[in-house]
């Protein structure tokens, strides 16, 4: 019977253990829910990385039109 008990409070102990890990973790949680940074949209304003973005085709930023090949000037005939 002996290794019985020695069984069952090694299981009490994991356990108890166990609900202290999920009691902590249950703590940090709403310690980092309390501690949220505000966010600009959690404000109500403008998200600054997406600040001035325009749905639809957007203007190429570099210059390719030394790129295209020339067009024939017809007024030098």
């Known amino acids: 019977?002996?290794?019985r008990t020695k069984v069952t409070q090694q299981k009490r102990a994991r356990e108890r253990a166990k609900q202290?890990?999920?009691?902590e973790?249950?703590?940090?949680?709403?310690?980092?829910?309390?501690?949220?940074?505000?966010?600009?949209?959690?404000?109500?304003g403008?998200?600054?990385d997406?600040?001035?973005i325009i749905p639809g085709p957007q203007p190429i930023p570099w210059n390719d039109d030394d790129l295209l090949p020339a067009e024939k000037d017809?007024?030098?005939e």
Request: charged share 35%; aromatic share 0%; net charge positive.
């Open 25 to 44: 973790k249950t703590r940090r949680r709403e310690e980092a829910r309390t501690n949220k940074p505000n966010t600009p949209q959690a404000a109500g």
């Open 74 to 76: 017809d007024s030098a």
């Open 50 to 52: 997406i600040a001035g």
């Open 46 to 48: 403008e998200d600054p």
């Open 1 to 3: 019977m002996a290794n």
């Open 20 to 23: 202290e890990r999920q009691q």
